[in-house]
């Protein structure tokens, strides 16, 4: 039975959510299997930064080795792209971002996805809250272990939805268009493969293509030695 399976970071410094997914080929299914917070022991501000960043690297490495022993092999990570609007943590930001998006594509395929774009494809709004995001993967989820009362926070939500997101784009780059063409409305077949160019802020500002795997020097990235 061909099962092919794919984690998710929710990645920031203080709380990271992280869930695995998984996607039948043969039954068309994705399934949610697990999530969680990680944090790390040292608090923002109080030691070096470097050390959480340690910290974050074990967490990964760690995980990686675990979800493979548990489930298979991995065959795609989606990480959330750096939120640079949101207020707090702008410098450790950068790095965390840096750990999590590096050790991932050396690992399987890398799908990197900004907050707007996981917030239109799950509730159709890119201005919605995580609550929003949350109650819709409930209803979806639900009977497979994801429900209010199993998880610590809503990074872990967005977590599964970012995994849900990062297999439709590695199903995509496998070549499996028309079965997502009657999977996803508009909307979301615009957010994984749209070739609507982004509008420019500036004259000088090079054309970049909408779609997160149409933009693939930006969003979707093979793994590490991967000549695809």
Known sequence: MPIYYGVS?????ANVGYAVLSWNSDTNE??????GTFSPSMKLGHFSDTLAYLEHMKFIKDFFKRVEKEYGNIVCTSVEGVALGAPGQ??????????????????ADLIIISPKKLKSFITGNGNAEKEEIAEILFKKYGEE???????????????????????????????DQKALEKELNPLQQQIIWG???????????????????TRIDDFYMFKRGNKK
């Open 30 to 35: 994705t399934k949610y299997l697990e999530s």
């Open 145 to 175: 272990g994801l429900t209010e009362e199993s998880i610590e926070t809503y990074d872990q939500t967005d977590a599964v939805g970012l995994g849900e997101i990062g297999l439709y784009c590695w199903r995509y780059m496998q070549k």
């Open 9 to 13: 970071f929710d990645q920031a410094y």
């Open 90 to 107: 702008a410098s450790a930001r950068g790095g965390i971002f840096g750990i999590y998006s590096t050790m991932c594509v050396s690992k």
């Open 195 to 213: 070739n609507a160019p982004v509008k420019k802020k500036h004259k000088s500002f090079p054309d970049k293509q909408f779609g997160i795997c």
